[in-house]
C-alpha cells in the first residue's frame, strides 16, 4: 500500500487490521473442527504454506528480496527528517534535530497501541462475546449444549486475533523499512505460540511475563554460542516442568454468579 500507492502508515493500519481479520476468518474456516494441539500445528502449517507462497511469488512480494523503502511513520504529517522547505517535526516544534526523535516516537507509539490493545482486549472479555471466548476455551462442548454458536465465536476470536496481528505488521514493515517473508519464519511463530503457552492461556499478564523471558533468555546466552539453543530448550523444559500451566495459570473469570443468585 505505501510503495505502490502512496499510503501512509496511518491510512495502512486500519486497512491492514481489515484484510488480516478477513484473512484469519478464511483460515479459520476449514479449521473449526479442530482444538488443542492440533489447531495450533495446522494454524503454524498455513503461516509456513503462505511463507513458502510469498518467497515465490515474486511480482507480489518481491520474493526474497522483500518490499524496501517502505515510508516511516510521521507525526501527524510531520517527517522526522533534518529541516528544509517542507515542515518537519523539529522545525514545527522549534527543536533542534536529532536522529533519535524518531526513535523516541515509534516507542512511545508502540506503548500506546499495546496499552489501547490491552484495554480493547479487556473490555472484549466483558462484553458477551467474550464471555463466550471464555466459556468455549474451558468447555466447547458445554457451550454447544447451552446454545452458543461455536462456529461464530471461533471465527470471530480468529478474526480479532488477526487483527490485532495485522497491526503489530503494519507498525513492524513501517519501523524496519522493510519487509521480507523471510522475516516470519517458522522459528518465530514457534516463539510466539511458546509464549503464549508458557505465560498461561488466558493471562495477559502471564504473556507479557513469557515474551520478556522468551526474548531475554537467548540473548543471555549468546556467550555460550554453541549451546546457546540447547540452553534456551533447557530453560523451556524446566518452566513447562515447574509450571506446566504457565506463569500465571491462575485465570480470575469475567462473570462470577454468587450462591444468592446475584453475579458480579
Not at 468455549?136 to 452458543?148: L, Q, S
Not at 507498525?171 to 518465530?188: K, L, W
Not at 500451566?245 to 458480579?264: K, Q
Amino acid at each position: 500500500m505505501s510503495t505502490q500507492f502512496g499510503w501512509g502508515f496511518w491510512q495502512a493500519l486500519p486497512v491492514a487490521g481489515a484484510m488480516a481479520a478477513s484473512f484469519g476468518i478464511i483460515l479459520g474456516w476449514p479449521t473449526l473442527r479442530l482444538r488443542g494441539d492440533y489447531l495450533a500445528i495446522v494454524t503454524l502449517g498455513f503461516g509456513e504454506i503462505i511463507r513458502v507462497i510469498l518467497v515465490n511469488w515474486t511480482e507480489l512480494s518481491g520474493g526474497p528480496n522483500g518490499i524496501p523503502s517502505i515510508p516511516r511513520p510521521s507525526f501527524f504529517g510531520l517527517p522526522f527528517k533534518p529541516p528544509g522547505d517542507d515542515p518537519t517535526f523539529a522545525s514545527f516544534f522549534g527543536l533542534e534535530y536529532a536522529p533519535n526523535h524518531r526513535i523516541i516516537f515509534l516507542y512511545y507509539l508502540i506503548l500506546a497501541l499495546a496499552l489501547l490493545t490491552n484495554g480493547f482486549v479487556s473490555r472484549m472479555r466483558r462484553l458477551p462475546i467474550g464471555r463466550a471466548w471464555e466459556a468455549m476455551r474451558e468447555d466447547e462442548i458445554a457451550c454447544k449444549a447451552m446454545g452458543i454458536n461455536a462456529r461464530n465465536v471461533k471465527l470471530s476470536a480468529f478474526a480479532i486475533g488477526a487483527m490485532l496481528g495485522g497491526f503489530a505488521g503494519v507498525f513492524f514493515a513501517a519501523r524496519q523499512g522493510f519487509i521480507s517473508p523471510e522475516s516470519f519464519t517458522f522459528n518465530e511463530s514457534a516463539i510466539i505460540l511458546a509464549i503464549v503457552v508458557l505465560g498461561g492461556m488466558g493471562s495477559q499478564f502471564g504473556v507479557v511475563l513469557a515474551s520478556l523471558v522468551l526474548v531475554l533468555l537467548p540473548e543471555l546466552g549468546r556467550d555460550f554460542a554453541e549451546y546457546r539453543m540447547l540452553l534456551f530448550g533447557a530453560a523451556m523444559i524446566l518452566i513447562m516442568v515447574w509450571k506446566p500451566g504457565g506463569i500465571l495459570s491462575h485465570r480470575e473469570p469475567t462473570l462470577r454468579y454468587l450462591a444468592d443468585g446475584g453475579r458480579r
